[in-house]
């Protein structure tokens, strides 16, 4: 497993924009496709944005597309998801997920390799 920590959450006006971190303990980094998901009071987590090993491929929910962007930068070990135009809706804890498998599989969320502790992120009206 890969050991994840998440940076970057806080409190924002509805509006404003937000940019996650997420930097991998290892190497192996480069080999892994990375997400975020997010996990609102009382819903369960689900997928937010997804990129492959490489960066040349990404997947977004459609309710944060347009919205949001995931970038990784595999020389320094880390992912990043930047958030715009955030919403209140979009409150929730954030988790960044590292797993070896196509980032068609990831985006399902189902028996993620490694999973960071999360990050708060919460939208005011």
């Known amino acids: 497993q890969v050991q994840l920590v998440e940076s970057g959450g806080g409190l924002v006006q509805a509006g404003g924009s937000l940019r996650l971190s997420c930097v991998a303990s290892?190497?192996?980094?480069?080999?892994?496709?990375m997400g975020w998901f997010r996990q609102a009071p009382g819903k369960e987590r689900e997928f937010v944005a997804g990129?492959?090993?490489?960066?040349?491929?990404?997947y977004y929910a459609d309710s944060v597309k347009d919205r949001f962007t995931i970038s990784r930068d595999n020389a320094k070990n880390t992912a990043y998801l930047q958030m715009n135009s955030l919403k209140p809706e979009d409150t929730a804890v954030y988790y960044c997920a590292a797993d070896p498998r196509r980032l068609s599989v990831v985006v399902g969320g189902a028996s993620i390799n490694s999973w960071g502790k999360g990050t708060l992120v919460t939208v005011s009206q």
């Open positions: 990129i492959s090993a490489n960066g040349g491929r990404t």
């Open positions: 290892e190497s192996t980094f480069s080999l892994n496709t």
